[in-house]
């Protein structure tokens, strides 16, 4: 079992910043992948970034030069910088591990709500 806990989401004005950290804790293989994810009203759950154990990184189009991940792996924890937010990246973000051993844990989601 590999627990998720997430915190930094709120509310934020276009062009602002946030930073979202999620602390895994549990059952946690040294392969392991973690990553954010999110899900806005009435669409499709989507990745947003994710980073491998050894630091490879991969973020999507629609955040690239904007949103950055980050991880300590001896705190075992992810971090999503979020830069010049739009109203768009409005969303729940959730927090994501992952291992080919044991399969997908998925933190509660934290709310980011950027206003125009």
């Known amino acids: 079992q590999v627990q998720l806990v997430e915190s930094g989401g709120g509310l934020v004005q276009a062009g602002g910043s946030l930073r979202l950290s999620c602390a895994a804790s549990?059952?946690?293989?040294?392969?392991?992948?973690m990553g954010w994810y999110r899900q806005a009203p009435g669409k499709q759950r989507e990745l947003v970034a994710i980073?491998?154990?050894?630091?490879?990184?991969m973020h999507a189009d629609s955040v690239k030069g904007r949103f950055t991940i980050s991880r300590d792996n001896a705190k075992n924890t992810v971090y999503l910088q979020m830069n010049s937010l739009k109203p768009e990246d409005t969303a729940v973000y959730y927090c994501?591990?992952?291992?080919?051993?044991?399969?997908?844990?998925w933190g509660q989601g934290t709310q980011v709500t950027v206003s125009s």
């Open positions: 994501n591990w992952h291992s080919d051993y044991v399969g997908d844990y």
């Open positions: 549990g059952t946690i293989f040294s392969n392991d992948v």
């Open positions: 980073i491998t154990r050894g630091g490879r990184i």
